[in-house]
């Protein structure tokens, strides 16, 4: 497995300031933004496609810290029911299969999108209830006229980029939250669909990451390393569906943590065991988004926890067999 980061929370530096900064930690591979929420800051598609020289420029930096590049993210709403904002997020997803392309980078992660709940519609409505049926009836409107079409083709455009691998992070909020839903729209499209598994966004719906990766055995293209902890007296009282700020600590039931600071170290050991017993020998990429953190110590100690947890050399053969 290789140690990563998405480099996002270091968008104060210069890409080559971040670089080397992660590099000095110990970190081997990078998750790049060049689009959508991620933003684009380290990686300007619009300086970059079409330019083999600076591509060129960009590879040796990269190769200068001893880093190589794990994903492209572009996360965005390519379903979105306002027109204008669908037609960009769908932009900037083909640009960056494009640009992932002309990089020989081999994956891109990114949402699944969230439709609205009819065409006329201005804003997505994401379904959690079966009941009353207008729920259920929004969701095959969702998933039938909307979602699957869109991916079936997009998927075809990122095949047409060399791109067999789009990691939608199972995020709640969009049509794929849950493993369930990451397999139905994989089902629907095609293997070019799998998961960016964060577990941060399974932890708080009362889901076993290590049971959702052996669920997943095949379709886990990418991984992000974030914690969630949990505030059991907050949830007794009101559950875990939270409209309340991220930065209301004290009254919400859960929150993003950096790892370690959610679950415990034997907990995020079994879930890389499992992550390498079900095949997956990749990135492990930090995501920070701890607002009880600086970035830089989030970092530091995300990085320094993982060390301790991660398995870094192939599967050995069975000696003992």
Request: net charge negative.
């Amino acid at each position: 497995m290789k140690l990563g980061v998405l480099t996002v929370p270091l968008y104060s530096k210069p890409a080559e300031e971040a670089f080397e900064y992660l590099s000095s930690l110990g970190v081997q591979t990078l998750e790049i933004g060049v689009g959508g929420s991620p933003g684009n800051k380290h990686l300007n598609p619009a300086e970059y496609l079409d330019n083999p020289s600076k591509i060129k420029e960009y590879q040796a930096l990269v190769k200068k810290y001893n880093l190589t590049v794990s994903a492209f993210s572009v996360h965005g709403n390519g379903v979105h029911p306002n027109k204008a904002i669908a037609e960009k997020d769908h932009s900037e997803f083909v640009q960056a299969c494009k640009l992932a392309q002309q990089f020989g980078v081999d994956r891109v992660v990114t949402f699944s999108g969230c439709p609205g709940d009819f065409p006329g519609a201005k804003y997505p409505n994401w379904v959690t209830c079966a009941w009353p049926t207008d729920f259920s009836d929004i969701l095959k409107y969702q998933w039938d006229e909307v979602l699957i079409p869109y991916w079936r083709e997009t998927a075809k455009v990122a095949n047409s980029y060399g791109i067999y691998k789009v990691a939608f992070e199972m995020h709640p909020g969009f049509c794929v939250y849950n493993p369930k839903t990451l397999l139905r729209i994989r089902e629907a499209v095609g293997e070019t669909i799998g998961a960016n598994f964060d577990p941060s966004h399974l932890f708080w719906q009362g889901i076993n990451p290590s049971d959702a990766i052996r669920y997943l055995k095949g379709a886990i293209y990418h991984f992000h390393a974030k914690d969630t902890l949990i505030i059991p007296a907050n949830v007794r009282v009101n559950g875990v569906l939270e409209t309340s700020s991220y930065t209301d600590y004290i009254s919400r039931g859960w929150y993003f943590r950096t790892v370690g600071y959610g679950h415990d170290e034997l907990l995020w050991k079994d879930i890389i065991s499992t992550l390498m017993a079900i095949g997956y020998d990749d990135a492990i990429s930090i995501e920070h988004e701890d607002g009880l953190m600086s970035v830089t110590e989030g970092l530091e100690k995300a990085i320094d926890f993982l060390k301790h947890v991660m398995i870094f050399d192939e599967l050995p053969e069975a000696w003992w067999v």
